[in-house]
Structures are given as C-alpha cells and as structure tokens.
Nanobody, 127 residues
C-alpha cells in the first residue's frame, strides 16, 4: 500500500511562487501516473496537473497553464508542483493522487481514476 504526503503549502502574496511536494512511501509509485487536484471552499475538486509514469507526458488544467509546472523524480518517489504567478483564485487545498492502473501514457483528468490520495496541503494566496 502506498501512502502519499504533501508538503510545501502556505501563505503567499498574489504574483508570488510556491513549490509543492508529494512524497510516496510504503511502496514505489514507479509505473503509476500522478496528479495534483485542488479544492476551494464551496467548490468541487478540480484537476490541476498530471504527469505520466515516465515523466514524459504532462497535462494542465486551463486555469494554471503557463504558470504551474509538474515534474517527478522516480528515484526519490517525489512529485513536484511548481506554482508561479499565483492568484487569489488559486487558493485551495491541494491534493496529490496516484492513478489506479499502471503504465498508462495518457493523463486522466477525472478524479475517479485515482485511488490513492494524500491528506492535502493548504495554499492561500492573498491579494
């Protein structure tokens, strides 16, 4: 059983940057696509970004394209989300997730395709 732990959240001013980390433990996450989702108060959880098992394919939600970058280090079992030009509307709890099936090259935007989730980390962007 793999366990995911997010870190790196915090309070930042609009226009600033933050880097989130998701560390997997228990077993390797090699072979599995990873994704970041977020949920703001009163809103549904939404897809932010995803990376396939090899790191060769990435995807981004429309609201973060050009501002966020996802990457993974399979030797360290870590997925990173680098966020820049942050806006108040980026305020949310950010979750990392592991896709339920291995060795899928395409990124799935649906949270139903992910069966392991971290506890989340709060990101707050002040105006």
């Amino acid at each position: 059983q793999v366990r995911l732990v997010e870190s790196g959240g915090g309070l930042v001013q609009a226009g600033g940057s933050l880097s989130l980390s998701c560390t997997a433990s228990g077993r390797t996450f090699n072979g599995y696509n990873m994704a970041w989702f977020r949920q703001a108060p009163g809103k549904e959880r939404e897809f932010v970004s995803g990376v396939n098992w090899s790191g060769g394919t990435t995807a981004y939600g429309d609201s973060v394209k050009g501002r966020f970058t996802i990457s993974r280090d399979n030797t360290k079992n870590v997925v990173l989300l680098q966020m820049s030009s942050l806006k108040p509307e980026d305020t949310a709890v950010y979750y990392c997730a592991l896709r339920r099936r291995a060795y899928i090259n395409t990124i799935d935007y649906s949270e139903g395709e992910y069966n392991t989730w971290g506890q989340g980390t709060q990101v707050t962007v002040s105006s």
